[in-house]
């Protein structure tokens, strides 16, 4: 019996197609590492002499004079982050009607959001507030610490809110957790 040889000639357009299939596998292999790749997170620390606290990467600082401004990466979420003395007259009143008070101001020309939820954890009052018609989101987190009250407010779309709960998450504990200014001297 004989054996019949494969005989392929490799002319130039198997050259090509073989050379276009090789650069597609290989593309297609590098997107699906780089997809099973995880994010890492990477934190940033803010400190001034009013204020300290921890962020991630997730959020870029945009303004920082009055209050600090956090926006999202994608500039679909942002927070503010504001501290007010907490005084001897404040401190007489009870905090959850400061706290109230504080996260109504925030909606207050703009009738349309609806308080939807709010709790008190350890001196950390929250506020969530809802838009229907233009589908948002604020979130107002009130801290009582020492001689000072830090406002935290979120905003972002009803569909990208619980996207950052993290980044919000390591705010507020860092902020809860804050050393004073003078300590880091």
Avoid at 87 to 107: G, H, M, R, W
Avoid at 116 to 127: A, E, F, G, L, V
Avoid at 144 to 160: H, L, P
Wanted: contains cysteine; negative net charge; hydrophobic residues 35%.
């Amino acid at each position: 019996m004989k054996k019949n040889k494969l005989n392929i000639k490799f002319n130039l357009s198997l050259k090509l197609f073989l050379l276009i299939f090789l650069i597609c596998i290989s593309t297609l292999i590098g997107i699906i590492i780089n997809s099973l790749k995880e994010e890492t997170i990477k934190l940033e620390k803010y400190t001034s002499k009013d204020i300290s606290f921890t962020y991630d990467n997730n959020f870029e600082i945009i303004n920082e004079k009055e209050y600090i401004e956090l926006v999202s990466s994608d500039e679909k979420a942002s927070i503010v982050i504001k501290r007010m003395e907490y005084t001897i007259t404040n401190q007489e009143k009870d905090k959850y009607e400061i706290s109230n008070s504080l996260a109504f101001q925030v909606v207050k020309d703009n009738p349309n959001y609806i308080e939807i939820y709010n709790s008190n954890k350890n001196n950390i009052y929250y506020h969530l507030y809802e838009n229907y018609e233009l589908k948002k989101q604020i979130e107002v987190i009130n801290i009582f610490k020492d001689n000072s009250i830090y406002i935290i407010i979120y905003s972002a779309d009803n569909n990208e809110f619980d996207l950052y709960k993290e980044s919000i998450d390591i705010i507020v504990n860092s902020i809860n957790n804050r050393w004073t200014y003078e300590e880091e001297k």
